[in-house]
């Protein structure tokens, strides 16, 4: 099993979201974020996982991202390196994503 470690973007992205969800429903909220965590256990344990995104440009070479269990709509954008996968982004996919990734 790979660790697997939130870069400083991801985390903010992650309080982002569960403070906007918070707003209206608090559980909604911390299952979401439950979710996002698992998510990120699996693909510690089956690196590997996941899309590679169809964005053109060279430094998003390497990325792959997986919707989050039960949350489909929240993605998980992250790097595997030899030792550790890195999370990038975790995004809502109707964001337009390629400008969020510069």
């Not at 990120?40 to 070479?61: C, E, V």
């Amino acid at each position: 099993m790979k660790a697997v470690s939130f870069n400083p973007v991801a985390i903010t992205d992650l309080d982002e979201i569960i403070s906007h969800l918070s707003e209206d429903n608090p559980d909604a909220a911390a299952n979401v974020r439950t979710a996002i965590f698992e998510t990120a256990h699996i693909l510690g344990s089956h690196p590997g996982l996941g899309i590679r995104p169809r964005f053109s440009a060279p430094r998003f070479a390497g990325i792959r991202f997986i919707p989050t269990s039960n949350y489909p709509n929240y993605l998980v954008f992250y790097r595997e390196g030899t030792e550790e996968i890195e999370i990038l982004r975790i995004l809502h996919g109707a964001r337009n994503l390629p400008p969020l990734f510069e």
